[in-house]
């Protein structure tokens, strides 16, 4: 695959630096708004300039990648690399329990506290109130139970994909612990 040129001069050259500065260093997800300002560019200019190096570290073997979600823009690690280097984050002082209810409610996006029971034994409810009180989790009433949903904190504090591996694994423990039973 013939790789893509990048021109190391003018003006877009600078503005795409300003961007990939500005999207290391933040280390969460920053409004378009913001890094129009920051690069000195419309938002039109701006998604022309965020893939140009999207392109760069996708067809480079970049363990890197600059994602686009919400109106936001985010420098963060590929998925198949984040398991290497989760060490070096600053932890998240949360049970292991909570840990995996939130990245399972996170891989659904929602879900009922009623529902958690499906997956995990014990008591939920100090674990989903741990999670509310670290602000990770949101809840609202709906019929008897309350439907769960992550917060703007937890997008921002955690990498989605470290999280949904996370859940996956959780599942196929319940999985297997249901055949277990069963046997």
Not at 90 to 100: A, G, I, P, Q, R
Not at 119 to 127: K, L, P, T, V
Not at 131 to 153: D, F, N, Q
């Amino acid at each position: 695959m013939a790789q893509k040129t990048f021109n190391t001069e003018g003006d877009e050259y600078k503005k795409q630096r300003v961007l990939e500065a500005a999207l290391f260093m933040a280390n969460k997800p920053l409004p378009l708004g913001e890094l129009c300002t920051l690069a000195k560019c419309d938002e039109e200019k701006l998604i022309e300039l965020i893939t140009e190096l999207q392109l760069k570290y996708n067809e480079g073997d970049s363990a890197i990648e600059i994602s686009v979600t919400d109106s936001k823009a985010t420098m963060q690690i590929k998925a198949q690399w984040l398991g290497a280097v989760a060490a070096l984050s600053e932890k998240v002082e949360l049970h292991k329990k909570s840990m995996k209810m939130l990245a399972l409610v996170a891989k659904k996006g929602e879900l009922l506290q009623s529902d958690l029971r499906k997956y995990f034994r014990g008591d939920i409810y100090e674990y989903v109130g741990e999670l509310r009180e670290k602000g990770y989790l949101e809840r609202a009433k709906h019929g008897h139970s309350w439907k769960l949903k992550p917060t703007k904190k937890f997008h921002e504090e955690f990498q989605i994909a470290g999280l949904i591996e996370q859940a996956k694994a959780a599942e196929q423990e319940q999985s297997q612990g249901e055949n277990v039973e069963k046997n």
